[in-house]
């Protein structure tokens, strides 16, 4: 069963502190992997997104890591801020019946305090 | 970047009534709109798929009577909750897609709408 989960489910952190957010999948077939920021209340908005070749991607403080042999990636912020604390959603693309779909992880509830 | 915009944000009906959600791609030819739905702390669930000028696509256990999707355009599609009940009150989110031959496979999220049914 194509599964993407997430760790941990909530988080608490100070403000300019990093953290590092975890994704495991058994997806197959795997397309890519995308790390998403959800505010509340709003829709998800795309932080990076990886290939089955790349190991690592930045995009300003967050730093995805993706270990395609072991099935993990991890979505690294560093000096967090304020504006940081939203979820933040695993996805992987995987192809099913002629049309890829997005597998979402169970998400990570970060909350950045000052 | 490419821009999806939901409409309305959110709506308040009363119990039996329909409410219609719009999903538009505002700087991109949309081939294929996806529909979600998401409950408070969890991730988003996927209702159906509709490719433009084609009947939408439902996941096991939506129902299609219930959830009517229209996808009358490359720009549009809308999705209507027929006979509202409070149990359908959720967090309505609709994403788009554009050429086929997007190897990201790339979908663009709409800001959501917010339906509370009393």
């Known amino acids: 069963k194509n599964q993407v989960e997430q760790s941990p489910q909530s988080l608490i952190i100070l403000e300019g502190k990093n953290c590092t957010l975890q994704?495991?999948?058994?997806?197959?077939?795997?397309?890519?992997l995308r790390w998403y920021k959800q505010d509340t209340g709003r829709g998800p908005v795309s932080l990076t997104i990886m290939t089955f070749s790349e190991n690592t991607k930045s995009n300003g403080r967050y730093t995805a890591t993706l270990d395609a042999d072991t099935k993990q990636s991890s979505l690294h912020i560093t000096a967090s801020q304020l504006s940081d604390s939203a979820s933040y959603i695993c996805v992987v693309s995987s192809l099913h019946s002629g049309t890829y779909k997005y597998i979402f992880g169970t998400g990570t509830r970060l909350k950045v305090l000052a | 970047g490419a821009v999806v915009s939901q409409h309305p944000s959110r709506v308040i009906c009363k119990s039996g009534t329909s409410v219609k959600i719009e999903c538009r791609s505002l700087d991109f030819q949309a081939t294929t709109m996806f529909w979600y739905r998401q409950f408070p702390k969890q991730s988003l669930m996927l209702m159906a798929t509709?490719?433009?000028?084609?009947?939408?696509?439902?996941e096991q256990g939506v129902e299609k009577d219930k959830f009517l999707i229209n996808h009358a355009s490359l720009t549009l599609s809308t999705l209507t909750v027929t006979s509202a009940h409070p149990e359908d009150s959720s967090f309505y989110i609709c994403?788009?897609?554009?050429?086929?031959?997007?190897?990201?496979?790339?979908?663009?999220f709409g800001p959501g709408t917010r339906l509370t049914v009393l």
């Open positions: 509709s490719n433009e000028g084609s009947k939408a696509t439902y």
């Open positions: 994704c495991n999948y058994t997806v197959s077939p795997f397309s890519n």
């Open positions: 994403s788009a897609r554009g050429s086929i031959w997007d190897s990201f496979n790339e979908q663009f």
